[in-house]
């Protein structure tokens, strides 16, 4: 079942014209890679998914829902939550206290002790600052806040940019698992060979204009689009 559908979505900032006449579609229980060079407009188009920014034209439907006018917190109350590359951990309180946060504000909150199974590396530093943590344990913090509000689809901004390659296996390994869990995801990664190891398929976006859609297989033997639009071969 389609969960989401994009259609014909154009967004600005400004006067600038960013995003052309994008359309994608993601079927439930799915890892969907988005892929494309800096300043391609990935991010733009999960900011426009999350209800961020707002398309001047052209319609977004979440599980049968429209939701291109809602604004982004009744997005996120119908189930979609964005995971934005900054990953906004409040340094200032604990671990578990940045999950209770995220937790207040969730209609139906998985339990603690789920997340922690998940992540047993947070388990270890429930009590530890923010601050204090790692850049790849607060990514797991981050991915666990929308598991806790529990979202159906997910938006990852570069959930693996700056992290050890043994922290982005973890990492990679609870993405299959969200998606085991019957969630849904969009990863946004510079790492071809991580997202496309995880993504059954997969799109490419070149200066705002989707120009490759197909199971991730077939982007894997296509070097020729791989080095065109990112300059890399999988
Ligand atoms: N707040 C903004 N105001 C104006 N232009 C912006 C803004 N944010 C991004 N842009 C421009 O929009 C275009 C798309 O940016 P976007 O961040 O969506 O790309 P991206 O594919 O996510 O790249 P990156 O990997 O660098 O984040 C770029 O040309 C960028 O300069």
Known sequence: ????DVKNV??????????FDVSMHVNENE???LLGRNGAGKSTLLKTIAGALQPKSGTITFNGKEIHNMPTHMIAREGLQLVPEERR???GITVHENLEL??????????????YATFPRLDERRTNKGRELSGGEQQMIAIARAMIRDARLILLDEPFEGLAPIIVRDL???CRQLAEEGRTVIVVEQNVNAVLSMASRAYMLNTGHIVFSGTSDELRSRPDILNRYMGTAA
Do not use: K, Q
């Open 1 to 4: 079942m389609t969960l989401l």
């Open 31 to 33: 890892v969907v890679a």
């Open 10 to 19: 154009n967004t600005f900032y400004g006067d600038s014209h960013i995003l």
């Open 172 to 174: 990679m390994v609870v």
């Open 102 to 115: 995220a937790a207040m504000t969730a209609p139906n909150p998985m339990s603690f002790e789920r997340i």
């Open 89 to 91: 951990i409040i340094g």
